[in-house]
């Protein structure tokens, strides 16, 4: 649902989506997701209402609390997630993603 709700976002907020991956066919586990924060300076994990902004650059948490964000009950990464600049988005929640792409 969080990914259909991320879509319907971007849409009518005229971003350009670059690439996408469907989660179901591709699976990213944890040994790979932290691939996935290489180049990013922060992270934005959401689950519904919860936000948390993480700064990988200047006090980045250790690999523990990072995959405890970026993997989802599958053992997989969480979808939606999106690269945004420097930023990763993980999850969805509309304030958050339009303020990340103001």
């Known amino acids: ?3 259909k709700n991320a879509q319907g976002f971007l849409g009518p907020a005229g971003t350009v989506v670059k690439e996408t991956v469907d989660a179901s066919k591709v699976r990213i586990g944890p040994d790979d ?3 996935v924060l290489e180049g990013m300076d922060r992270m934005i994990a959401m689950r519904g209402a919860k936000v948390e902004v993480f700064d990988l650059k200047k006090n980045r948490p250790d690999d523990e609390t990072l995959l405890g964000k970026l993997i989802g009950p599958s053992g997989n990464l969480r979808a939606p997630t ?3 600049g420097k930023t990763l988005l ?3 929640n509309e304030e958050a993603y339009a303020k990340a792409l103001s």
């Open 1 to 3: 649902m969080t990914c």
């Open 33 to 35: 997701a932290l691939q």
């Open 82 to 84: 999106a690269k945004v």
């Open 90 to 92: 993980v999850g969805f």
